[in-house]
């Protein structure tokens, strides 16, 4: 099957290579596991620079390793063990860390990490919002626990994760203070924010008080962004470990983590039009090399087209 591999974490994306690497199967994929022929796939910005992508559990060396862990696609196999899909079903979901990617013709991940895949939601879509979907719905549910009436400051906004955090709280009833560079004003707004903030010409301290702070940005934002969150608020980040510390809150960082119920909210949200994707570029898997190799900051989620 064709791949795009990573040998060399200090070369980024410009060492990836596509190349021929064998196609898994049933027979040979761990308990649990099914096979999926992957339709589209994406690749999440710092990936390469994380040691999942080099090592596995136990600290070796895993090059050449397959990046790209959100796919949409159709299951072609099942492993011994395997329950809740079956042969032919369409598919979307978040693959383990750990194990070659979705940037490949064919995948083996756990079955618990996919949901069903509506058939009037296209491929391009399911893989466009299984990262920023499970992330934006574990930053602002599970570890903020925004509820209707609260007010949320999202950071990049108008960006993959920002943009889908501002949805989502928004359609749950939150007050969305959104911010990012100016260029990203309209975005931010056409996405469902009701303020915008200008880190690079307004000051972040007028925003006032909030209940929940969805940080993605992290450092001298995330410290300041603190000073505003009220009593008993939350302050999430997915920049990692912060000293950003609320004064009468909480921080919580965290890692997105597969959760089929979640994926199967989020993509009801996308049928019902109540939420949308944010896709920038759309290329297949012969170019995806060249497409993550451009010059440019891309604007929306830059999804693979795997199939046709």
Do not use: C
Request: glycine share 12%.
């Amino acid at each position: 099957m064709k791949a795009i591999v990573v040998t060399d974490q200090a070369a980024g994306t410009a060492g990836m290579k596509l190349v021929e690497r064998p196609q898994p199967n049933g027979e040979g994929a761990n308990y649990g596991d099914v096979v999926v022929q992957v339709y589209a796939s994406a690749l999440t910005g710092d990936e390469l620079s994380w040691p999942s992508t080099w090592v596995d559990r136990l600290g070796r060396d895993r090059t050449p390793s397959i990046p790209g862990h959100e796919l949409a696609g159709v299951v072609t196999a099942l492993s011994y063990g395997t329950t809740g899909l079956s042969v032919g079903q369409r598919v979307f979901g978040l693959t383990d860390w750990t194990r070659d990617g979705t940037l490949a013709e064919y995948v083996s991940v756990e079955a618990r990490n996919l949901a069903p895949l509506p058939g009037d939601v296209d491929f391009t879509v399911g893989a466009a919002i299984v990262m920023p979907g499970l992330t934006a719905w574990q930053g602002l549910f599970e570890h903020g626990r925004l509820r209707a009436g609260q007010t949320v400051l999202v950071h990049g906004a108008a960006g993959i994760v920002g943009s889908m955090a501002v949805q989502l709280a928004r359609e749950a009833g939150a007050y969305v203070i959104g911010t990012g560079r100016a260029d990203g004003r309209q975005a931010a707004l056409d996405f469902g924010a009701q303020e915008f903030v200008d880190l690079e010409n307004d000051v972040l301290e007028d925003a006032g008080g909030v209940d929940l702070v969805f940080d993605v940005l992290g450092g001298d934002i995330a410290k300041r962004s603190a000073d505003l969150i009220r009593s008993g608020g939350t302050l999430v980040t997915i920049t990692g470990p912060t000293e950003a510390r609320p004064a009468y809150g909480q921080t919580i960082d965290f890692v997105v983590v597969p959760d089929r119920a979640q994926l199967i909210e989020v993509v009801q949200r996308v049928r019902e039009g109540r939420i949308r994707a944010n896709i920038g570029t759309i290329a297949t898997l012969d170019d995806a090399v060249a497409t993550y190799n451009s010059a440019g900051r891309a604007k929306g989620k830059t999804v693979i087209r795997v199939r046709p």
